[in-house]
């Protein structure tokens, strides 16, 4: 599977922001999906995940109450609305998916896409 992200931009702090990332194929719901950030200096890191039917998601703790993914299987797209951004959110977030079990780990994501920056500044 092929992966577009997009929506990332520059928004003050307590402003929102939706991504999304279209991916190609028919077989988009037997992947679950996640969302990564990576900022300058620091390694790439763990956002939020969601299952292949949409039933079941986690998230940071860092983002926990403040982002949301989800998922329309009928457009072969995932979502991750951003609300009270930080600007510790600052970074390059990028998506990803893998086929069969769930999983939060970044080493497990076969599939990537191209990363789209978002900016919050104070």
């Known amino acids: 599977v092929q992966l577009q992200a997009s929506g990332g931009g520059l928004v003050q702090a307590g402003g929102s922001l939706r991504l999304s990332c279209a991916a190609s194929?028919?077989?988009?719901?037997?992947?679950?999906m996640g969302w990564f950030r990576q900022a300058p200096g620091k390694e790439r890191e763990f956002v939020a995940a969601?299952?292949?039917?949409?039933?079941?998601?986690n998230y940071a703790d860092s983002v926990k109450g403040r982002f949301t993914i989800s998922r329309d299987n009928t457009k072969n797209t995932v979502y991750l609305q951003m609300n009270s951004l930080k600007p510790e959110d600052t970074a390059i977030y990028y998506c990803?998916?893998?086929?069969?079990?769930?999983?939060?780990?970044?080493?497990?994501?076969?599939?990537w896409g191209q990363g789209t920056q978002v900016t919050v500044s104070s």
């Open positions: 990803a998916a893998k086929p069969g079990v769930y999983s939060l780990k970044s080493g497990s994501y076969g599939n």
């Open positions: 194929g028919r077989t988009f719901s037997s992947y679950v």
């Open positions: 969601i299952s292949r039917s949409g039933d079941s998601t």
